[in-house]
T-cell receptor, first 112, second 113 residues
Framework: KAGVTQTPRYLIKTRGQQVTLSCSPI?????VSWYQQTPGQGLQFLFE???????NKGNFPGRFSGRQFSNSRSEMNVSTLELGDSALYLC???????????FGPGTRLLVL | DAKTTQPNSMESNEEEPVHLPCNHS???????IHWYRQLPSQGPEYVIH???SNVNNRMASLAIAEDRKSSTLILHRATLRDAAVYYC??????????????FGQGTILTVHP
């Protein structure tokens, strides 16, 4: 099976812009989770989607949002970008959300 | 979420066994112990998990203390490719923490040739 794919792999934006990141889970996986990784805060959970519904959410401001489509692909959006949003954004998929998670390679976002 | 404590870093020589400790004194009866690792420039990768009994798979072994307040990830013969950050994570079984893994700082494993 193909692994989790994330696009784009690298992205440069400026403050105030918005960005959309995409994640395609492993075939058959219906749960998609998103994480932010920074040198200072480490890996932090953003949110989880299952069957197009957000079931769990981390402690991030409302500028961070996501959605999931009927084919389980997911997107996350960050509006009004801030310098502190520069990070590696990781997507992980699992069958139903409570099992082993499989991570993609991440999208590295740089905000200037 | 119950908290885990790991050493910041450990070193090993290639082809020697490595024992990575993890303390989780506040673990509850329904918490599974999971280990993930993150190689440089990659996303985290599942290694192994267990509840009470020791577990083995092709990557590693997991030894769980009888009182479950600590565990040890064992890499039987370290290779250079095992150099990574290793995370010990507790996951509640049957809870509502869908998709959420709570990562600590992990242990940076350095493997010397």
């Amino acid at each position: 099976k193909a692994g989790v794919t994330q696009t784009p792999r690298y992205l440069i934006k400026t403050r105030g812009q918005q960005v959309t990141l995409s994640c395609s889970p492993i075939s058959g996986h219906r749960s998609v989770s998103w994480y932010q990784q920074t040198p200072g805060q480490g890996l932090q959970f953003l949110f989880e989607y299952f069957s197009e519904t957000q079931r769990n959410k981390g402690n991030f401001p409302g500028r961070f949002s996501g959605r999931q489509f009927s084919n389980s692909r997911s997107e996350m959006n960050v509006s009004t970008l801030e310098l502190g949003d520069s990070a590696l954004y990781l997507c992980a998929s699992s069958v139903a959300g409570q099992e082993t998670q499989y991570f993609g390679p991440g999208t590295r976002l740089l905000v200037l | 979420d119950a908290k885990t404590t790991q050493p910041n870093s450990m070193e090993s020589n290639e082809e020697e066994p490595v024992h990575l400790p993890c303390n989780h004194s506040t673990i509850s009866g329904t918490d599974y112990i999971h280990w993930y690792r993150q190689l440089p420039s990659q996303g985290p990768e599942y290694v192994i998990h267990g509840l009470t009994s020791n577990v083995n798979n092709r990557m590693a072994s997991l030894a769980i203390a009888e009182d479950r307040k600590s565990s040890t990830l064992i890499l039987h013969r370290a290779t250079l490719r095992d150099a990574a950050v290793y995370y010990c994570i507790l996951r509640e079984s049957g809870g509502t923490s869908y998709g959420k893994l709570t990562f600590g700082q992990g242990t940076i494993l350095t493997v010397h040739p």
